[in-house]
């Protein structure tokens, strides 16, 4: 079983429309987490980066939360643009070279 | 400034024969990764260096060997490569700064044995 868990799978929104990704984990030891985007056909790049004491923290359109007790983070994406879509991987650090990676939620955005 | 480099972005290869990809990156960063992503499943470490010269297996090794003979190149080889080994291969790079910066991908080389 995967140690980070995300849903949905897939999410199709209309432009302009708000969204919630959600990415649960049992990873431990916990050093952070981490929502990057990957775009279809490159490498995935980060978003936000969340440690324990972190609660919420925004970029722009994109707002991670955490919540380290239940172990679950979400990705809440304002406003949507038609380049948002792509796929939003959840990454979970254990330490200085383990990093466990979700398998993505793949999000469309139409006009 | 490039980032990190991939090459070749596409290859077929026929079950047995063995090729390498390269990585390159010029941030000067001392780690560097290979991961692969196959459908349905989140990205997989298969070799890491912490270094020019140091190399260690991560969680899925078998069948892939790597080098870093250059700081700033990371080469990955299947020596026989096999079905299995379809898949998406990324590799990364930090510096110290993980902390702040996050990991440098690559945009991938895409890979079918047939």
């Known amino acids: 079983k995967n140690q980070v868990e995300q849903s949905p799978q897939s999410l199709i929104i209309l432009e302009g429309k708000n969204c919630t990704l959600q990415?649960?984990?049992?990873?431990?030891?916990?050093?952070?987490l981490r929502w990057y985007k990957q775009d279809t056909g490159r490498g995935p790049v980060s978003l936000t980066i969340?440690?324990?004491?972190?609660n919420t923290k925004s970029n722009g359109r994109y707002t991670a939360t955490l919540d380290a007790d239940t172990k679950q983070s979400s990705l809440h994406i304002t406003a949507s643009q038609l380049s948002d879509s792509a796929s939003y991987i959840c990454?979970?650090?254990?330490?200085?070279?383990?990093?466990?990676f979700g398998a993505g939620t793949r999000l469309t955005v139409k006009p | 400034n490039a980032g990190v480099t991939q090459t070749p972005k596409f290859r077929v290869l026929k079950t047995g024969q063995s090729m390498t990809l390269l990585c390159a990156q010029d941030m000067n960063h001392e780690y560097m990764y290979w991961y692969r992503q196959d459908p349905g499943m989140g990205l997989r470490l298969i070799h890491y260096s912490v270094g020019e010269g140091t190399t260690a297996k991560g969680e899925v090794p078998d069948g892939y060997n790597v080098s870093r003979l250059k700081k700033q190149n990371f080469l990955l080889g299947l020596e026989s490569a096999a079905p299995s080994q379809t898949s998406v291969y990324f590799c990364?790079?930090?510096?110290?700064?993980?902390?702040?910066?996050?990991?440098?991908f690559g945009s991938g080389t895409r890979l079918t044995v047939v």
């Open positions: 990364a790079s930090r510096g110290t700064g993980e902390a702040l910066y996050g990991y440098t």
């Open positions: 969340m440690t324990f004491s972190e």
């Open positions: 990454v979970v650090r254990k330490n200085n070279n383990d990093m466990r």
């Open positions: 990415c649960n984990y049992t990873v431990s030891p916990f050093s952070n």
